[in-house]
């Protein structure tokens, strides 16, 4: 699987859009992105994934570059509630039960009151 | 439907102690995997199954073994425990399909003194 590279932490003002990079840049064509978020010690939460296009759901958006090699995870409106630990993962799913997320260190996000 | 549970929440063993940690899940899901997360550091798969009679090794499986029950149930076990098992334990479950995510358990706190 492709290695992500995330900042180790960042800031974002309550109410305000947070944007967490990825980079990823040996991505295979058929390795779909993934994000994943760790609030304080809680088993982790899935949040959104995408191969290329654009995607959006109710908790966030997810913005791939044409290239694939760099994506973007956007909260629109921060709350307190989404401090926490993003994980961008890249990942194989074959369906067949080999799919696996490796976990590195995240980004820790602050949302600041 | 409560997801995925384990059992049990938090556990205190000393080295050369044995132990088994139960997983269950409710979400007919064919596969599930064992992760520890050590402090500051993202998940590490130790074990997974991809189906019903099916185990596998993952990135650190020394000193665990593993036992699909049923499609339901995944347990997780330590034959003689060892200080560097301490960490946290989290279970979690996939269905079928490109498009479906892993849910995780609320996770076990273990120390092994």
């Known amino acids: 699987d492709a290695k992500t590279t995330q900042p180790p932490s960042m800031d974002c003002a309550e109410g305000r859009a947070a944007n967490l990079p990825c980079n990823h840049s040996t991505i295979s064509g058929n390795e779909y992105v993934y994000w994943y978020r760790q609030i304080h010690s809680q088993g982790p939460q899935y949040i959104i994934h995408?191969?290329?296009n654009n995607e959006t759901n109710e908790m966030a958006s997810l913005i791939i570059t044409e290239d694939r090699k760099s994506s973007t995870l956007i909260l629109p409106h921060a709350t307190l509630r989404d401090t926490a630990v993003y994980y961008c993962i890249v990942s194989r799913s074959s369906g067949a039960g080999s799919y696996q997320l490796t976990f590195g260190k995240g980004t820790k996000l602050s949302v600041i009151p | 439907n409560a997801g995925v549970t384990q059992t049990p929440k938090f556990q205190v063993l000393k080295t050369g102690q044995s132990m088994t940690l139960q997983c269950a899940q409710d979400?007919?899901?064919?596969?599930m995997y064992w992760y520890r997360q050590d402090p500051g550091m993202g998940l590490r798969l130790i074990y997974y199954s991809a189906s019903e009679g099916t185990t596998d090794k993952g990135e650190v499986p020394n000193g665990y073994n593993v036992s699909r029950l049923n499609k339901r149930e995944f347990s997780l076990r330590l034959e003689s425990a060892a200080p560097s098992q301490t960490s946290v334990y989290f279970c979690?479950?996939?269905?079928?399909?490109?498009?479906?995510?892993?849910?995780f358990g609320p996770g076990t706190r273990l120390t092994v003194l």
């Open positions: 979400m007919n899901h064919n596969s």
């Open positions: 995408g191969l290329k």
């Open positions: 979690a479950s996939r269905g079928q399909g490109h498009t479906d995510t892993q849910y």
